[in-house]
Every structure is written in C-alpha cells, then in structure tokens.
C-alpha cells in the first residue's frame, strides 16, 4: 500500500514538531486545575512519574492525573485536546512504570497513573461456559489471578512476572511460555473499553469497533488508553511440575523446543535460556527454582561451555497425578538434553506464576532491583536463529553473569495480524531477551558494556540481515519506525490520524510528536 499525500503530510507534521502556533506551555497546564475530577491533580510531586524500571530516563510531567474514575481520564485527555496543537501537553499512561526507556512518561505533559483506577473499579468474573475477567487496566495481573482464582479460574496467558498492569502489557503483547499455546496476552482478549486522543469513550470487541481493538492491542499507547479489559479464563490449575534439563547443542536445544511447541500432547509452559561461562547451578538459578536434589544441581560444573537451559511445566491435580506424570515421562523420553541434568520440582500454580517476584524480593533487601536495567529483547525469525546463535553466544557474548538470557520459541499462527504488534515474517520465531542489571555499585562500566553489548547485536542483525523485531522497542528514528512496521506503517500511522490526530498520547514511545 502506498501512503497518500495527505497521510505523508500528517507524517511530516508529526514527526518534526513543525511550530505552528506557539503557546506558553504553563498556561496549557495550569488550566488543568479548571477540570472538575473525581481523582485529583498534583503537579508539585511528580518526580515518580519521571522513573521507571529501566532507571536510564527521567523526564519530568508537569502533572499527575489520579483519576477516580475513567470519566476523569476522558476529560482530561478531551481538555488536552480542545486546548489544540498550539499546546505542547501530552498525556501519558502510566502502568505500574516498568518500562526500560521512559516510553510511559511524559516530558512537561500529564502522566495518567492508571492505578488510581484499580482501586476505583471493580473486577467482575463471570463463570460458566467461556469463562471471562471483566477488569480495570490498572489492574495488576497479580491481582487479577488472586481474584480469579477465587473462583477457580485463571487467564491462559502471561508474562513471566506478574506485578505489570492489564493495560501496560496489552500495549505491548504480553508474552511468557505459554504463548505458543495461546498466543501472547493480546490473543486473549475479548473487549477492551478506550478513551481516545480526542478524549472519546469507546468500547471495542472484534466486531464492534474493531478497527480500535485490534489497533490498541500492541499498540504502545499510541491510539487509546486502554481503561477495561476483558480477559479470557480457563479453569485454574492447582499444582505445577517444574522441569528444567541442559543442553551443550544449540541445534538440538531449538530443534526439541520447536518439536514441543508444535506438539498437540505437550507441556503447558515452555521456555529456555543462555548460561554462558558459569559454574554452580544453584547460583544460576533464579531463586524460586528448588530443584528436589539440589546436591546434584550444586556439583553440576558447566566446564566454561555455554549452556541452553530447557524449562517446562506440566499442571497437574495432586488428587490425580498420574496421567499428567506418565505424560512428563514420555515427553522427557523424547528429549536429548544431557542425561544427568533432569532438574524437578513441584509447586502450586500461583508460586510458579509469581516466580520472577520472589527474586524481586532477594533483589530489592540487597539494594539490587531499582538500579539501571540496560534490557534488549529481540524477535528473531527461526531462519536467523542459528547465525544469531553462533555470533552472539559464541563471540560477542562474554558470559551471562549481568542477568538471564531468555530463549524460546513463538508461533506466528497463535498471533492475530490485525493488531499493531509487530513479528518477525516467519512461523517460527524466538524470542530472545537479554535482561541485564547494572547496580551502579559496581561502577558506570557494566552499563556501558552491556549498552555496547546491545549495540553489536543490533548492528550484526542488521549485517547479517537477519530480520529481527525488537520487543518493548526502543528506537530512534523516523525511518527506523518505519522499517520495524514494514508493510505496516501504513495502517498504524492512519490509525494514529484517526483516533489521536495532535499525537497527544504516549509520547514516550517516540514515534510522533506532537506538533506546536
Ligand atoms: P508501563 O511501563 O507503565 O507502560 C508501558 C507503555 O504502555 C507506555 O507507553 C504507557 O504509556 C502505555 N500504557 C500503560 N498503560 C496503558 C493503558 N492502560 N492504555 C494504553 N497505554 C498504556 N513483558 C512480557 O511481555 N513478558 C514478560 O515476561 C515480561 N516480564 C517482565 C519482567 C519485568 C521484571 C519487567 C520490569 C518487565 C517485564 N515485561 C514483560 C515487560 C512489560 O510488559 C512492560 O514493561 C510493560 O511496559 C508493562 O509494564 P507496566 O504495566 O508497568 O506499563
């Protein structure tokens, strides 16, 4: 499809900022005291909304929106938008500020903190044939899994940690290891309700403003904030068999993966990830993994070979395990990983889930979870994957000792092509995260190393031309948006003229910006 004149003008006029009409941007915010809202303003103690996870930007808001309700979210976003391009105000949501690059901030503009909205609104779970979660989207999944479970039930779909916001992750995809069964967080949703850019309420559904559904899911805040989603549920599992197994073979470590994600009699969780120039297994492992014969873990010694560690799960009811462990055995059988590194453990449904959490809680008593997190987490085609392995396991990769290194692969065919999420042009894909930590303890060097360390991957991708996507994307320029939406940026740029013609919202993403 080709642009029309028209959309490569809004373009321009988006992208460069083209001074049309300037105002004094205090007076833009101070007007904001003017709105009658349920919640309430504050403009002098915004330095929270200038944090976030990565802890590398910190744009200041000239105020925080505490909504009360989503009616405050409406008007609020309508003001900005009446007020016309001659403001400089933008809005952004905020989920629970666990971005990496200030994609949820918003500099001299209102940041929305979407979890005034949790408090101020219900979750509703209706039972029956085709299970669903009603809930606000500043909700956190934590609490959406405690509330559901209440009655039995859960979501199909996660992310690997589960203290991120409803609306947070659907503006993103929302991908964990059971993906390849479900699809990503955003193939599981029914409904979503949206205020606009234009400060309008609308709610969406694969048949009702459909256009707005799939362009909000995966779509980096840029068309709507997300205020309700409706979530998809199955009946809870209870327990969790917990498997992890090594490999030493890149080859035969993607090729069992691959062969279980396209299984019909499978796990219901799979991941993987990258050890590289470690010993002692217990030390690699994020804490929550209790193996039940931690001294064979303990004396595992890598011998400075890279690693690539399989990890499933098997859910199982321990009034009647015996068919779901017979089912672990004869997958097992059908897997080469090396033979005395099968790791097992058992635990409910909700500790498996809230994994990540326990290594929050070790993290943040030693000072070691709110410092600077230079993450990069790539979509590599499985054409790639090998070439990819080999440069950057095998060369540019010095050891995984600054945090995990995720690996595992996705199915396009579980991801619906509507949405703004962008993958990779191929069935199979990896996803490939490099999660590290740079305490700036240990000097300015580790974020420096891992930055450069990012940067090789990127530039040797791009020679190799291997054709990544970057997940939770942090890019910079205007070609290079439009590269990452390929085919796509036709529609996602018609879309941000349709439902936020001022690119009011989410500035952080950098994708528009807003004209003044
Ligand atoms: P924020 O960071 O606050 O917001 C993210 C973006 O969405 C911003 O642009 C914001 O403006 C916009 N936004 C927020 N709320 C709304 C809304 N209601 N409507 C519209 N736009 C909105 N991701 C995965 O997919 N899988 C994982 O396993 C996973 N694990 C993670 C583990 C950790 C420890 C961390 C820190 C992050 C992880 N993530 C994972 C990434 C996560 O999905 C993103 O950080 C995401 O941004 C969610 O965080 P949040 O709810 O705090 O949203």
Request: glycine content about 6%; aromatic content about 10%; overall charge neutral.
């Amino acid at each position: 499809m080709r642009a029309s004149p028209i959309l490569k003008l809004f373009v321009a006029l988006l992208l460069t900022g083209i001074n049309s009409r300037k105002s004094d941007p205090d007076a833009s915010y101070t007007s904001l005291s003017s709105l009658d809202v349920d919640g309430r303003f504050t403009f002098d103690d915004v330095s929270e909304a200038a944090m976030d996870f990565g802890h590398r930007y910190h744009h200041l808001p000239s105020a925080v929106l505490h909504p009360g309700s989503v009616t405050d979210v409406a008007e609020t976003v309508r003001h900005v938008f009446q007020l016309g391009p001659g403001s400089r105000l933008t809005v952004a949501a905020r989920g629970h500020g666990h971005s990496l690059q200030g994609q949820a901030q918003a500099a001299g503009g209102i940041v929305v903190r979407m979890e005034s909205l949790r408090r101020a609104q219900e979750m509703r779970v209706h039972a029956g044939d085709e299970p669903y979660v009603d809930a606000p989207a500043g909700a956190l999944w934590i609490d959406v899994l405690k509330e559901t479970l209440r009655h039995g039930l859960s979501p199909k779909s996660w992310t690997d940690y589960l203290h991120l916001t409803i609306g947070g992750t659907l503006s993103n995809a929302g991908i964990s290891g059971q993906a390849f069964r479900h699809g990503p967080q955003i193939s599981n949703v029914r409904r979503v309700e949206v205020v606009t850019g234009k400060g309008e309420v609308f709610n969406c559904s694969p048949t009702h403003n459909a256009d707005l559904f799939h362009g909000v899911l995966g779509g980096l805040g840029q068309f709507g904030i997300i205020t309700r989603a409706t979530i998809a549920l199955e009946p809870a599992p209870k327990m969790v068999k917990w498997i992890r197994v090594l490999y030493s073979d890149f080859t035969i470590f993607t090729e069992d993966q691959e062969m279980l994600i396209s299984s019909k009699k499978t796990f219901d969780y799979i991941e993987g990830f990258v050890i590289k120039n470690k010993t002692g297994l217990l030390n690699i492992w994020r804490s929550s993994f209790k193996p039940q014969d931690p001294v064979q873990a303990s004396r595992f010694n890598s011998e400075g070979r890279t690693l690539y560690c399989l990890e499933m799960t098997k859910n199982f009811d321990p009034n009647d395990p015996d068919m779901a462990m017979q089912e672990v055995k004869e997958l097992l059988s059908q897997l080469r990983y090396i033979p005395s590194t099968l790791f097992q453990s058992e635990v409910s449904y909700i500790e498996f889930l809230e994994r990540v959490h326990v290594s929050e809680v070790k993290l943040r008593s030693k000072g070691l979870w709110e410092v600077p997190h230079p993450w990069l987490n790539l979509l590599v085609p499985r054409t790639g994957i090998h070439a990819f392995a080999n440069e950057v396991f095998g060369k540019i990769l010095k050891d995984s000792s600054n945090g995990p290194i995720l690996l595992y692969p996705l199915n396009k065919s579980k991801w619906d092509n509507r949405t703004s999420a962008v993958i990779p042009d191929e069935e199979i894909f990896y996803l490939v995260a490099f999660l590290s930590s740079a305490p700036t303890s240990s000097g300015q060097d580790i974020l420096t190393q891992a930055l450069m360390q990012n940067e090789k991957i990127l530039q040797f991708c791009k020679k190799a031309n291997i054709q990544i996507k970057q997940y939770l994307p942090y890019i910079n320029t205007q070609e290079e948006w439009q590269t990452h939406y390929g085919q796509r940026w036709d529609t996602f740029v018609q879309r941000k003229l349709s439902y936020d013609p001022l690119a009011i919202l989410a500035p952080g993403q950098r994708i528009f910006q807003k004209a003044v």
